[in-house]
């Protein structure tokens, strides 16, 4: 469950362990899942994930990273909109790698900044993205297994 202004949003969540591609002679180092995300709310809408995780990662691990997405994504956003990390006009890769390196650093100063700031209670310098829903810590709680291979897990 996720809170957001509309309230809290709870899912479904269910997993299935995919075949392992063998190699001879080897014993593989990671697992590949596919996951489903569904609303209580609205049951037709699912989301996919396929995973790629190393041996011995629990589906609990794949729901927390699944959930994770869109504070990337937020991340992400803010870093183009406050930054200029999309505002790059380089012909090579060096210089690519230049300016998403220093974009990213003056993203993360902002946001130790912006964090200072919140726990200082100084609400007028914390910058409008940082209030994110999404970076909110959740708690996940696994049901039981559904069947062979298969597990499903809620967000709380």
Known sequence: MRRWRQGPRVYHWAAVQLPVIEDVDERPTHHRWALARRII?????IAYYLAYAPVGTGV????????????IEECFQ??????GLDEYEVRRYVGWMRHVTLAMLAHAFLAVTAAQAA??????????????????????QL?????PGRHSASMR
């Open 41 to 45: 709310s609205r049951p037709g809408q």
């Open 60 to 71: 609990d691990e794949l729901v927390r990273v699944a959930g994770r997405r869109w504070a």
């Open 78 to 83: 803010a870093a183009k909109n406050e930054c």
């Open 119 to 140: 726990a200082k209670g100084d609400a007028e310098t914390v910058p409008p993205w940082s209030h994110s829903p999404w970076q909110t810590a959740s708690s996940w």
């Open 143 to 147: 049901t039981p297994d559904t069947g």
